[in-house]
């Protein structure tokens, strides 16, 4: 599998993620996810697209994200990763959008 490079926008955050199949390490700008985001909601939002989509411990993540505050930048991965779950098979997208507000008319083709 080649690494999958998606962009994720909340507020004024903006996030951008390099996936790769792996076994669940995240680096976001450098540092293990826990350290950037040391409250456990903050790791949860990072984390759900993975739950939902029941791919746990199968990818790895790198992310460089700027902008916001810290709540928007855990969101804008969030939304990140889960296109990045569409652009891998889009029978992910309805676990999606219930949870991460993807665009109706977003398809892997428009992302």
């Known amino acids: 599998?080649?690494?999958i490079n998606t962009l994720g926008?909340?507020?004024k955050s903006v996030a951008r993620i390099y996936m790769?199949?792996?076994k669940g390490k995240y680096t976001i700008n450098g540092k293990d996810y826990k350290e950037y985001?040391?409250?456990?909601a903050l790791q949860y939002?990072?984390?759900q697209p993975f739950t939902l989509t029941d791919n746990v411990d199968q990818f790895d993540l790198k992310v460089n994200?700027?902008?916001g505050g810290i709540t928007g930048q855990a969101e804008a991965i969030r939304?990140?990763?889960s296109r990045a779950f569409v652009q891998i098979d889009a029978d992910h997208k309805p676990a999606s959008v219930s949870y991460?507000?993807?665009?109706?008319?977003?398809?892997p083709e428009h992302l």
């Open 1 to 3: 599998m080649e690494v």
């Open 9 to 11: 926008r909340r507020k």
């Open 65 to 67: 994200v700027s902008g």
């Open 37 to 40: 985001f040391p409250t456990v």
């Open 100 to 107: 991460t507000h993807l665009r109706a008319h977003e398809t």
């Open 20 to 22: 790769t199949k792996g």
């Open 45 to 47: 939002r990072i984390n």
């Open 79 to 81: 939304l990140a990763v």
